[in-house]
């Protein structure tokens, strides 16, 4: 048991913070612009006043809630 408990302790040791692999800001960046372009055709294809499956309105609204959240990180703590 105490030979568990010591690789256990070894393994939390070594182990990084998960918070580190987070991709870097190019790839966020490079993410942002991949989705402007699938936006800018979403508007595209979509006629204004058009009817549309509910399921892709409550998919627009979460990723609008997502991103807002991001935005509203960025905003609050800027570039660090």
Same mark, same amino acid.
């Given at each position: *048991?105490?030979r568990?408990?010591? @690789?256990?302790q ?5 182990r990084?913070?998960k918070?580190?692999t987070y991709?870097?800001g190019?790839?966020v ?5 991949? *989705? &402007? @372009?699938?936006?800018?055709? &979403? &508007?595209?294809a ?6 549309v =499956? =509910?399921?892709v309105? *409550?998919? &627009? ?6 991103v ?9 703590y800027?570039?660090?």
């Amino acid at each position: *048991m105490n030979r568990l408990a010591g @690789v256990a302790q070894q393994l939390r040791q070594t182990r990084q913070p998960k918070f580190t692999t987070y991709p870097n800001g190019g790839t966020v960046k490079s993410q942002a612009a991949n *989705m &402007i @372009v699938q936006l800018q055709s &979403i &508007i595209d294809a979509i006629p204004e006043g058009a009817q549309v =499956p =509910p399921w892709v309105v *409550m998919k &627009i609204s979460q990723a609008h809630a997502e991103v807002r959240g991001v935005h509203n990180y960025t905003a609050y703590y800027g570039q660090k």
